[in-house]
C-alpha cells in the first residue's frame, strides 16, 4: 500500500523536473528571436533612412540648380532686384547694376540712389523704400537717371521682406507717343462760382493781372457809374498799384469803398466793400469778414501764415486735410509747431533728414512770386501739390494744397496704356503710319521705317509727307516718290464723305504692299502696309500647280481610257484564237501544247481583269462610280470569284497552282450590295493571296455574318503583308506600287469597300501569311449611303 501511494508524487516529481531544465532553453530561444527581429528592425530603418537622405539630397540638389536658374535669368536682363529679408541687414543684389550706376563702382553703389539720379529724386525714392520697410506700403514710380535716361522702380511685400525692381526703360521713338510731361506750372483753381455767389462786388484776376470774371454785383456797379464798355471786356475799377493788395477808392456817385485782394493758386479774387463811417483803421482788413467766408467755401485746402509764420487764416478743407482740430488752429500756431505735430502723427512725408525739409519748406516766406513744391508722398498713399505764393506787401505766405493721387494714378494709368500701346503697335508685323490733318506724321512703328527706307531721325519730329514721299528715294528712287504722291491723296482727302480705302501697291524692287487707310474720329488717318509678296508668290505658284495637277488628272483619265480600249481589242483575239486553238478543231495537241494554250488562256483572263480593274479605278478617281445594290447570294459570289481564280490559275501538267478553301457556312443572311464589284473584291484579295502563295500554297476564304455586318476573311500562307501591300489598302500607295501588279488589285480592293461603306484591314499571321479582313454592312440603307 505505501509503495502504491508513492508512486504518484515520484512521477509528478519528474516532471516539474524536466519542465525546469526546458525553462534556459525558452528563454534563450526567446532572446535570439528577439535579437532577430530587432536587427531586421534596424537594418529596414537604416535603409529607409538612407533612402530619405538621397531623396533629400536629390530635391536639395535640384532646388539648388533651380534657384541658380533663376538668379542667371534675374542677372541677365536690364533690371536690378533688391531682395531684403525679414532678419534685415544688407540687401541681396541681383542682375546687372553697370546699367545705372557709374563704371568702376562696386554693386552695393546702387543703394546709394544719389548716384546715379537727381537729389530730389534720390529723397522721393529713399521716402518710398523706407515707407515699404517699415510700413509696407508698395510703391510704383518713374525716375530719370543723371544721363536722362528712364528707370521704373517699383517695391513690393515679398513674404517677410521686401523688394525692389530697377527696370531700365527703353527711350521712346521720336513719332512715337510719349507719356504726358508733369505739369510745370501752378494750376488754376476755378474761382468763378464763388465770385458769383457774394453779394458784394467781386471779381477774379488772372496771372497776367487783367479781370478774367466778374460776378453780377460787380456788373451792376459798373453799369450805374456808366462806364460800361462794348465787345464784352471788363471794367476794371481797382487797378492795384505794384503789390499792393488792398486799399481805398472813390468811385463817384456810389461812394468811397474799401478793397482788397487775395492771391489763391496764382489768381487773384478781389471784393469791394462800402465804406462806413465805423470802418476800421488802416492796415486792418476791411473785408476780411467776407474773405473768410470766400476762403473757407473752397473745397480746396487753404492756409494763410502772417510774416512771423503764425496761422491767421484756413478754411475747414485744411483742418479735415490733416484731421486738426479747428478751435486749436484758431489759437494761430506757428507752422513749425504744426509742422511738427503732424510729423509725431506720421502725416508728413517720410524724410529722412526731417530738419532739413522743414528749413527748405520755411524759404517760402522769401518767396516773391508762386513755387510749386516738390509733392509730397504721404504715408496713407495721397500725393499732395503744395503751391507757395506771398501773402502781401506785409510779409507772409499763403499755402493751397491740391491732391494730386488721383491724376497722378490717371497720369500712371495713361502711361501704362501708352506703354502697351507703344509695344503692341511696334510688335506688328504691319507697318503704321498716323497722320494729322496738316498732313504730318505723328505716330509709327519701327516696320515703317524699315518697309520704306526711312530714318525718322533725320527727318526730324512729325516730318510732313512730303518730307517722307522726298525721302523715299533713298531705298526707291525709280517710284518711291510717285507713290507716295498716290498716297497723298488719300492722306489729305479732308470731305465728309471719305470712307476708308484699302489697295495694293507694286513697288520697283519686286515688292507687293497691301495698304488701308483708315479715318480715325479725331479728323486724323492711319495708314497701313503690309508686305504680301511671298504670300502672292506662293498664291500664284499654288494656282500654276492646281492647273496642272487638273490638266494631268484630265490627261491621265483620258489616256487610262484610250489604252484600255486598244488593250482590249487585240485581247479579245488573242482569248478567241487560244479557245480555238483549245478545241482542237484544227487537230490534236500534245501535253506541251496544251500546257501552252492554259498558259495563254490564264495569262489572257489576268490582261482582262487587269484592263478592267484600270478602267474601274479610273472611274473610281474621277469620282463618278456608281452602285447598283440589290440583295445578293453569298455563295453564289464566292464561287463567281473561285471560277475567275481558277481561270486565271489553272491547273497546269496536272499541278494545281494553289490549293483553295472555302468555309462558307449555310442559312447565311443576303447582303445589298453591288455583285459585279463584290465579285472583283473577293477575286482581287484571292489573286493576290495567289500571287504572293507558293505553288500548291493554301489559301482560304470564310465569311460570317456579326451583328448587321457581313465579314469576308481571306488568309495565305505566303512571306506576309509587305509595305506596298499595306500602302495599297490604307490609300497611301504611289504610282511605282500600282505599276507593280499588287497594288492595283489591292486599290480596287479598297475603293470598292469604302463605296459599300465597309472597312478593310491586313495583318501578318503566325508564324507566316497574310490575313486580309472585309468588313461590309448588311443592310442596302448603309451602301446607299455610300453611293
Not at 56 to 73: C, H, I, K
Not at 92 to 104: D, F, K, M, Q, S
Not at 107 to 119: H, I, M, Q, R
Not at 651 to 673: F, N
Amino acid at each position: 500500500m505505501v509503495l502504491l501511494s508513492t508512486v504518484p508524487a515520484l512521477a509528478q516529481s519528474l516532471n516539474v523536473a524536466k519542465l525546469i531544465g526546458t525553462v534556459p532553453l525558452a528563454v534563450a530561444l526567446g532572446g535570439g528571436a528577439f535579437a532577430l527581429l530587432a536587427l531586421i528592425l534596424f537594418r529596414r530603418l537604416k535603409r529607409d533612412r538612407l533612402a530619405a537622405e538621397r531623396d533629400s539630397a536629390a530635391q536639395v540638389a535640384s532646388l539648388r540648380a533651380l534657384l541658380d536658374e533663376y538668379e542667371a535669368l534675374l542677372a541677365g536682363g536690364r533690371e536690378v532686384t533688391l531682395l531684403w529679408s525679414e532678419t534685415g541687414g544688407s540687401p541681396r543684389i541681383l542682375g546687372t547694376v553697370a546699367e545705372l550706376v557709374p563704371a568702376g563702382r562696386r554693386p552695393e553703389a546702387v543703394l546709394d540712389f544719389a548716384s546715379w539720379t537727381t537729389d530730389t529724386q534720390a529723397k522721393l525714392l529713399s521716402g518710398a523704400v523706407e515707407g515699404l520697410r517699415v510700413h509696407g506700403r508698395s510703391f510704383e514710380t518713374s525716375l530719370k537717371t543723371r544721363d536722362g535716361r528712364l528707370v521704373r522702380a517699383a517695391g513690393w511685400v515679398l513674404g517677410g521682406g521686401v523688394a525692389i525692381r530697377l527696370r531700365l526703360e527703353d527711350e521712346p521713338q521720336a513719332a512715337t507717343p510719349a507719356a504726358p510731361a508733369a505739369p510745370t506750372t501752378v494750376p488754376e483753381i476755378d474761382l468763378r462760382p464763388l465770385a458769383d455767389a457774394l453779394s458784394l462786388p467781386a471779381w477774379v484776376r488772372g496771372r497776367d493781372g487783367r479781370l478774367s470774371h466778374a460776378n453780377p454785383a460787380y456788373g451792376t456797379l459798373v453799369a450805374s457809374l456808366g462806364r460800361a464798355s462794348g465787345q464784352g471786356a471788363l471794367v476794371d475799377l481797382v487797378t492795384p498799384p505794384g503789390a499792393e493788395r488792398s486799399g481805398r477808392c472813390q468811385l463817384g456817385p456810389a461812394g468811397a469803398f474799401a478793397w482788397q485782394e487775395v492771391d489763391i493758386g496764382g489768381q487773384r479774387l478781389g471784393l469791394l466793400t462800402p465804406e462806413r463811417r465805423d470802418m476800421p483803421a488802416p492796415g486792418a482788413d476791411p473785408a476780411g469778414g467776407h474773405l473768410g467766408g470766400i476762403i473757407d467755401a473752397l473745397a480746396t485746402p487753404i492756409a494763410i501764415f502772417s510774416s512771423r509764420r503764425e496761422l491767421i487764416q484756413f478754411n475747414r478743407a485744411y483742418a479735415d486735410l490733416w484731421g486738426l482740430d479747428p478751435d486749436w488752429l484758431r489759437t494761430g500756431p506757428d507752422e513749425r509747431t504744426i509742422l511738427d505735430r503732424l510729423r509725431t502723427e506720421s502725416l508728413l512725408p517720410a524724410e529722412p533728414d526731417y530738419h532739413g525739409w522743414r528749413a527748405r519748406h520755411l524759404e517760402s516766406y522769401t518767396l516773391k512770386t508762386a513755387r510749386e513744391s516738390d509733392p509730397w508722398h504721404l504715408p496713407d498713399g495721397r500725393t499732395l501739390q503744395v503751391i507757395a505764393a506771398p501773402a502781401g506787401g506785409r510779409g507772409g505766405v499763403i499755402y493751397v494744397f491740391e491732391d494730386i493721387t488721383a491724376q497722378l494714378n490717371l497720369r500712371s494709368i495713361n502711361r501704362a496704356l501708352l506703354d502697351v500701346q507703344r509695344s503692341t503697335l511696334n510688335a506688328l508685323t504691319e507697318a503704321v503710319a498716323v497722320f494729322g490733318t496738316n498732313g504730318r506724321l505723328t505716330l509709327s512703328n519701327p516696320q515703317f521705317e524699315t518697309m520704306w527706307s526711312l530714318s525718322l531721325r533725320e527727318l526730324g519730329p512729325n516730318p510732313h509727307i512730303d518730307r517722307i514721299a522726298e525721302a523715299s528715294t533713298r531705298g526707291l528712287p525709280e517710284d518711291g516718290p510717285s507713290l507716295w504722291r498716290d498716297l497723298k491723296r488719300g492722306i489729305i482727302d479732308l470731305t465728309p464723305a471719305r470712307t476708308d480705302t484699302s489697295g495694293r501697291v507694286s513697288r520697283s524692287d519686286g515688292r507687293l504692299l497691301d495698304y488701308n487707310l483708315v479715318r480715325l474720329p479725331d479728323g486724323q488717318t492711319m495708314m497701313t502696309f503690309l508686305d504680301v509678296t511671298e504670300s502672292a508668290n506662293y498664291s500664284r505658284l499654288l494656282k500654276e500647280h492646281n492647273d496642272a495637277l487638273v490638266t494631268a488628272d484630265r490627261l491621265k483619265d483620258a489616256f487610262v481610257q484610250n489604252v484600255s480600249y486598244e488593250l482590249r481589242s487585240p485581247l479579245t483575239d488573242i482569248i478567241g484564237f487560244a479557245h480555238l486553238l483549245a478545241s482542237e478543231e484544227f487537230g490534236p495537241l500534245n501535253a506541251r501544247q496544251r500546257a501552252y494554250t492554259d498558259y495563254i488562256q490564264a495569262s489572257s483572263v489576268t490582261l482582262g481583269v487587269l484592263i478592267d480593274n484600270i478602267l474601274d479605278l479610273a472611274t473610281v478617281d474621277a469620282g463618278i462610280a456608281q452602285l447598283r445594290t440589290e440583295p445578293q447570294d453569298i455563295r453564289q459570289l464566292v464561287e463567281k470569284a473561285r471560277a475567275g481564280l481558277a481561270a486565271t490559275f489553272p491547273e497546269i501538267d496536272g499541278e494545281r497552282a494553289i490549293a483553295l478553301e472555302l468555309d462558307i457556312p449555310l442559312g447565311l443572311p443576303p447582303l445589298v450590295a453591288d455583285g459585279t464589284r463584290l465579285v472583283q473584291v473577293l477575286y482581287n484579295l484571292l489573286s493576290s493571296a495567289a500571287r504572293f502563295s507558293e505553288k500548291g500554297g493554301r489559301v482560304r476564304l470564310s465569311a460570317e455574318a456579326r451583328g448587321g455586318r457581313v465579314v469576308f476573311i481571306v488568309e495565305d500562307e505566303g512571306p506576309g503583308p509587305t509595305e506596298e501591300m499595306r500602302a495599297a489598302l490604307s490609300g497611301g500607295e504611289d504610282l511605282s506600287a500600282r505599276q507593280r501588279g499588287a497594288g492595283l488589285g489591292l486599290a480596287i480592293v479598297r475603293s470598292f469597300v469604302h463605296l459599300h461603306g465597309g472597312t478593310v484591314s491586313m495583318e501578318a499571321r503566325e508564324p507566316r501569311g497574310t490575313r486580309v479582313v472585309v468588313n461590309l454592312p448588311q443592310t442596302a440603307a448603309m451602301a446607299g449611303a455610300a453611293e
